[in-house]
């Protein structure tokens, strides 16, 4: 088999590149105006003349003066202004007005669509692989499904039981009670006034929920004793039972997946120390180190989840998302190393899983049982009687050790392609086929009991019933989770603990601060997708903010009444939403200053979806070899007035200096170098019209109601879940999709349900 199974992934690429200059400009501009023929012909003239001796006769680029290809990325109205401000780069007022029109329009028609003929195949639904995310969501579940489900509480703490003694004999509890967080100091007292303070213990059982995916450190700080279980009773991850030494902080890492809830179980005892006291504290992945906090923490019994720990390389994700288009001798190696270490702990667990006893008369049956639901949950549908014989059925009549059988038959299934593969079977989709398409789009892993069950009485054949499917998967942990790892690479946000600030400059701003501040981000996000309306509108214009205590008092707001983070309302002449959010302000910021530049990329690539091409030549950082006294727009603007850099920057520096107002820690401010900010900027749409704005709050009011912003974020929302190109649905999926958005007042839930409807319903048309 070769390694590179599948085709090109240009065509994705393309997807956002030209979509929107080759819908709004060519139909438009070009195609229904009768003299744009004799213009092009014209313009032909003219870029001959001018243009060419730099961009080359057909546009293939010039070496020594600009080698890149002309193609397709702008509306031709921002070409014609381009071209009107800025060409030639030697006489930059020889092509202005009618002639600059002219030259647009030829090289719109001429090379822009020339480029997008030549470079883009038909897009069709392909077979993939499943990508690393799947791969590990869908073991983890495959196992789970015979673990016994646990329903999650809505109350949100550690169930605590208190005892006046040195053990945990229930005659000697006297309270029991919800506890929201573990974070006691109790000094010479204790808990209760019916517990002595000389000697007592303590437990706390429920579990803990993990948002994202990776590795947790688990810290329990106590001057007395204790230890900490998590994910298993055979998973002991801090003993400090024992005291040794004056250690008063000790700690455990443990790799767990996001949008799920692990079993955790804490115990300490108080004897003969002057002082009692107990934290329970974790460093999620990329933050900073906290109490666990109440929001994930909930009471009530949850079965451990396998979690897989062999190492994968990373999916290709040159197409914007992660793709599972090439088999390498790595990926393969990779597989089958999980696969073992999947096998070995089900064996491990197999009294659990196959809920069989080793001295069970009729054991070879219940595994034999076992492992027949076992391969169906692998392989997402019933199996055939030939499949039954090939992958179980003979497993155990040529082993005569059970233990064995089961491990092989483990294997077989897991590297087999009806696992490890997407879309394995006819162009129509059966039901269960559907079912997969809705798990793995909402959930990047295998169907549930009610995906399949659904599937086998046939009620997955129509819209309305995979609406409804959605529509109840989208409650789960696994489905906010996704939609949250899509949102943070929307916003292309990074890990907190790699947002650092100059400590003279920003007294005050560290790690801790960076970390709430991606909590503070989090909890915006959530409160508006997950909202009734969950109008993706305000995710630009929203008018508040949620702060703890800390963040109030950096960016000096009122601080909140209680512990942990609340509501805050915020300047709404200034401050809208995610556009000005202070972690995205110090994210998309430098060291010591402001980044207009890397602001700006943020909102041309990921809000309008358009495409910026790597700068021409390198660029000496702002702060070298300038005035000191310049403001920052104005260093940006005389580094960025070169002709090479003014067709890409004529577009971002508008959208960064809007958002001046925000310093590099994203606090408010009003003048620079004793200058007031100006915030003032324009753009031209992909329909060419010119929109003014001034300041961050207007910017947003705009780009909220833009229609170029909606199509981007559909068409990046499909990409994302669905893992495949959006064309490849029909070619008017991404109109109808933007218009049903649109319908459905910006509903993101219901774009949701709406991208699975187009997707686990379409027929399969593969290259």
Not at 167 to 188: K, S
Not at 650 to 667: K, M, Q, T, Y
């Amino acid at each position: 088999m070769s390694r590179e199974l599948f085709g090109p992934l240009r065509a994705l690429i393309l997807v956002l590149a030209a979509a929107w200059s080759m819908a709004a400009s060519l139909c438009t501009a070009v195609g229904a105006d009768p003299s744009v023929s004799e213009s092009v012909a014209s313009g032909e003239a003219i870029y001959q003349s001018q243009c060419a001796r730099c961009h080359g006769a057909n546009g293939e680029g010039v070496a020594d003066e600009y080698p890149t290809p002309l193609q397709g990325e702008h509306s031709l109205e921002e070409l014609r202004q381009i071209i009107h401000d800025s060409m030639p780069a030697d006489d930059p007022e020889a092509c202005t007005g009618d002639d600059a029109r002219r030259v647009a329009e030829f090289i719109h028609q001429t090379f822009y669509a020339r480029g997008e003929k030549a470079d883009a195949p038909a897009a069709r639904i392909e077979l993939v692989r499943l990508t690393v995310r799947q791969y590990l969501n869908a073991a983890t579940d495959l196992v789970a499904s015979f673990g016994g489900e646990a329903t999650i509480s809505d109350q949100r703490g550690l169930e605590g039981k208190y005892f006046n003694a040195r053990g945990f004999n229930r005659d000697r509890r006297v309270l029991e009670r919800i506890d929201p967080q573990v974070a006691f100091h109790f000094g010479e007292g204790s808990p209760d006034a019916a517990i002595g303070p000389e000697e007592f213990s303590m437990q706390w059982r429920g579990g803990v929920i993990a948002e994202e995916t990776g590795d947790y450190e688990f810290c329990v700080k106590t001057d007395n004793a204790a230890r900490l279980w998590v994910n298993g009773d055979d998973k002991l991850l801090i003993d400090a039972w024992v005291r040794s030494g004056d250690a008063t902080e000790h700690r455990g890492t443990i790799r767990l997946l996001g949008g799920r809830v692990y079993p955790i179980r804490l115990e300490y005892f108080k004897s003969k120390e002057p002082t009692a006291s107990i934290e329970l504290c974790w460093r999620p992945p990329h933050r900073a180190e906290e109490v666990i906090p109440q929001r994930n923490l909930t009471p009530g019994w949850y079965p451990p989840l396998l979690v897989v720990e062999t190492s994968f390389p990373p999916d290709d994700s040159s197409a914007g998302y992660e793709r599972g288009t090439a088999v390498s001798a790595e990926w393969e190696q990779a597989t089958t190393h999980a696969a073992l270490e999947i096998a070995d702990k089900v064996v491990e667990n197999l009294e659990r899983l196959a809920q069989c006893k080793a001295d069970d008369a009729d054991r070879p049956q219940k595994l034999k049982a076992f492992c027949h639901r076992f391969a169906e949950r692998a392989f997402r549908r019933p199996l055939t009687d030939e499949q039954k014989r090939f992958f179980v059925d003979s497993r155990f009549e040529s082993q005569q050790e059970l233990d064995v059988a089961v491990k092989t038959v483990v294997l077989l299934t897991l590297t087999s392609p009806r696992f490890l593969y997407l879309g394995i079977g006819g162009s129509e989709p059966d039901g269960y086929e559907v079912a997969t398409r809705l798990s793995f789009g909402l959930w990047d892993s295998l169907p549930d009991d009610a995906l399949l069950r659904a599937a086998a009485e046939g009620k997955l054949r129509t819209a309305d019933e995979v609406s409804a499917q959605a529509e109840r998967m989208l409650s789960t942990g696994r489905a906010k989770a996704k939609l949250r790892a899509f949102l943070h690479q929307w916003l292309k946000v990074r890990p907190a603990d790699e947002i650092t600030k100059d400590r003279e400059l920003y007294p005050g701003f560290d790690e801790t601060v960076a970390s709430d501040l991606r909590t503070s981000l989090d909890l915006l996000l959530d409160s508006i997708v997950w909202s009734d309306p969950s109008d993706f509108r305000q995710l630009l214009l929203a008018d508040y903010g949620f702060f703890n205590e800390r963040l109030a008092k950096f960016y000096q707001l009122s601080a909140p009444q209680g512990d942990g983070f609340h509501r805050v309302a915020l300047d709404r002449a200034r401050q809208a939403g995610i556009m000005t959010h202070p972690y995205l302000m110090a994210d998309h910021a430098y060291y010591k200053s402001t980044s207009p530049i890397h602001r700006g990329v943020f909102i041309v690539r990921s809000v309008l979806g358009r495409p910026l091409r790597p700068p021409p030549v390198a660029v000496a950082p702002l702060d070298e070899g300038f005035d000191p006294n310049m403001t920052t727009r104005e260093r940006v603007a005389f580094q960025t007035r070169p002709a090479a850099c003014q067709t890409c920057h004529d577009l971002i520096n508008p959208f960064g200096f809007s958002l001046e107002h925000f310093d590099a820690v994203g606090r408010i401010r009003t003048e620079e170098k004793s200058q007031p900010i100006d915030a003032s900027g324009a753009y031209t749409t992909g329909s060419g019209e010119l929109m003014r704005f001034n300041g961050g709050r207007e910017l947003a009011e705009i780009l909220a109601l833009s229609g170029e912003v909606h199509a981007s974020f559909v068409a990046q929302l499909f990409h994302y879940t669905v893992k495949q190109p959006i064309h490849a649905y029909g070619p008017s999926a991404w109109q109808d999709l933007t218009a049903a958005f649109a319908a459905n007042d910006y509903s993101v839930r219901r774009l949701l349900v709406e991208i699975m409807r187009t997707s686990a319903l379409a027929t399969s048309q593969r290259l």
